[in-house]
């Protein structure tokens, strides 16, 4: 998403600091070695003006990092560089200095001021480019819809256990699945079931499953329905929650397919699509969440530990005297890092020494996913390398490159 600043603070005219908020925001602005501050609202417009008047001038812009109008606005306009902080970064910072908790936003435009000034290292530069744009959006948005659906149907679910246990009996793995949307809006309740023919529910089924033993199965089980409510109104409120909760599940559905589509639209229209598609496990999910995150900037990372660090899989070390600690990273950008993780667990039923890797961990009581981030950290290494040399990844060269070095978790697969 970022990539790190190689200009100096001395390379620009002008620096801005701003802190913003909901309606107004402030500014710090450091020209000719001496400091303004000013109070803009939130109209873009009138933010606009302000940059405008600046033109003429290399400027460098240090904001702490959101998703809000604000950032896409600063990052759209092409005389600026946008220097970004982490909120926690910049509130630490800040209380370095003020012990006693005392917090203006005057002060802190100045503690992101100072940060940058003194620290120019430390604070990444961002842009808009396909490295952080469309791809990244559209996967992080589809994310949190899938995680909706899945609250909804958890919610969906606790209901029918209610008054409706024999509905999830039929169910399958997915609640949400179109065919039992479907059922739940045609037979909502038991009662609905058993006044049914077994006719036109063997046909409701068969018209959208193609396993006839699948459907005897599911009309047996639905017809054996045991009926917990009676009171008519007490099952009519259960009737209504219930179909809410379809309809809303039924939206996101088309809204998840609708961003589906546009993701892989633009993952197999890229030129980097052969290269991504070629690791075993990144399947339409997984393969656009890693093209987002490498993009196609080939200088963005100098090393495969500026990857590992930016990825969120190296662990992060803790020593003070005789402790020492190497644990997960719990402050980090989740979506990245689970992004590698749930990779590494598809990898195993695909790629041969993965799977040995991961069982041989597995035979020493490693936990499951401490197991998924070790294997992360491998397939990294692997991917910058492919990545940065644009070479698609065989399974066969990397078998016989670890046949050399003959490891001693990868016998099997050697033998």
Not at 190 to 215: V, Y
Not at 243 to 253: A, E, G, T
Not at 258 to 286: M, N, Q, R, V
């Amino acid at each position: 998403m970022y990539n790190v600043t190689h200009k100096k603070p001395s390379d620009y005219a002008v620096i801005v600091a701003i802190d913003w908020a909901d309606e107004k925001h402030n500014f710090r602005i450091l020209r000719d070695n001496h400091e303004e501050t000013k109070v803009i609202s939130n109209d873009l417009f009138e933010i606009q003006d302000f940059f405008w008047s600046l033109q003429g001038n290399s400027i460098a812009v240090v904001i702490e990092s959101c998703q809000s109008a604000l950032m896409n606005l600063l990052l759209s306009m092409s005389n600026l560089d946008v220097y970004t902080v982490h909120p926690t970064t910049s509130s630490k910072f800040s209380k370095t200095f003020h012990v006693s908790g005392a917090k203006s936003d005057r002060s802190d435009t100045k503690a992101l001021l100072e940060l940058y000034l003194k620290h120019p290292n430390k604070v990444n530069k961002a842009d808009s480019s396909f490295s952080k744009g469309s791809l990244k959006k559209l996967n992080l948005r589809r994310r949190n819809l899938v995680d909706d659906r899945t609250s909804l149907t958890n919610q969906l679910t606790a209901l029918l256990k209610i008054y409706y246990p024999q509905a999830l009996k039929v169910v399958g793995n997915h609640l949400y699945a179109e065919i039992f949307m479907e059922f739940l809006d045609k037979y909502p309740s038991p009662q609905s079931i058993l006044n049914a023919h077994q006719i036109g529910i063997t046909k409701f089924f068969n018209k959208r499953s193609t396993s006839s033993k699948k459907t005897k199965e599911r009309v047996k089980a639905l017809r054996s329905s045991i009926v917990v409510v009676h009171d008519e109104d007490e099952l009519d409120c259960y009737v209504f929650e219930a179909r809410q909760f379809c309809v809303r599940i039924k939206s996101l559905n088309e809204v998840i397919k609708a961003y589906e589509k546009k993701i892989l639209k633009i993952y197999t229209e890229h030129e980097d699509y052969e290269l991504f598609h070629s690791f075993p496990g990144a399947g339409p999910s997984i393969g656009p969440r890693l093209m987002a995150f490498f993009g196609d900037d080939r200088e963005r990372f100098q090393s495969v530990e500026e990857v590992l660090k930016t990825s969120e899989v190296a662990p992060v070390t803790i020593q003070s005297g005789k402790m020492n600690i190497v644990r997960r990273r719990f402050l980090c950008d989740r979506f990245t890092q689970l992004s590698f993780v749930e990779f590494a667990n598809n990898s195993i039923r695909s790629s041969i020494w993965a799977h040995e890797f991961y069982y041989h961990k597995k035979a020493l009581n490693m936990p499951h996913f401490c197991i998924l981030r070790a294997l992360a950290y491998k397939w990294i290494r692997i991917m910058y390398r492919c990545w940065k040399t644009r070479t698609n990844y065989c399974e066969k060269t990397y078998l016989q490159v670890l046949e050399k070095r003959k490891p001693a978790c990868y016998q099997k697969v050697m033998n």
